[in-house]
């Protein structure tokens, strides 16, 4: 009985058919580069590009102007990379945060607003939020 056809692959048709876009690695496939995922390293633990064009996308004043300067973005982007010192429960914890009651830039170099929130996700306008599922690739064993 296989994992990926009995759980993964169905969970990924599942997130396609929602809309998510799914890069699915398959099974007994090993990648030798790491673009076809969207990363620049295999090492990447988010996928930057696409986080930062999302954070744009998100952060609009009401009549859709894009206010986050690329300096913010790389502030936000390590803001939620970097966890040193924590252990996985607590780096969990403050990513939940971070997502879920988004964090702070210190001017909105557009308006002049201090300290504007910086959302990670859009709860209002989902469109505008990236859903990607990329499964883990793995090679099937006998029994797996």
Same mark, same amino acid.
Do not use: M
């Given at each position: 009985m296989s994992e990926y056809s009995n759980v993964e692959k169905p969970f990924l048709d599942k997130l396609r058919q929602l809309g998510w876009e799914v890069i699915d690695h398959g099974s007994g496939f090993i990648p030798q580069d790491p673009a076809i995922s969207r990363r620049t390293s295999?090492?990447?633990?988010?996928?930057? %590009?696409?986080?930062?064009?999302? $954070?744009?996308?998100?952060?609009?004043t009401g009549d859709g102007r894009q206010w986050l300067t690329d300096?913010?973005?790389?502030?936000?982007?390590?803001?939620v990379v970097n966890q040193p010192g924590f252990g996985l429960l607590e780096a969990n914890k403050t990513i939940f945060?971070?997502?879920?009651?988004?964090?702070?830039?210190?001017?909105n170099e557009l308006t002049g607003e %201090?300290?504007?929130?910086?959302? $990670?996700?859009?709860f209002r306008h989902p469109e505008r939020n990236s859903f990607i599922a990329i499964n883990q690739f793995r090679i099937d064993t006998p029994g797996s």
């Open positions: 295999f090492r990447e633990v988010i996928l930057e %590009q696409e986080f930062r064009a999302s $954070l744009k996308r998100i952060n609009v300096k913010q973005v790389g502030d936000v982007v390590r803001e945060e971070l997502l879920t009651k988004n964090t702070t830039a210190n001017i %201090q300290s504007p929130v910086v959302r $990670l996700i859009d």
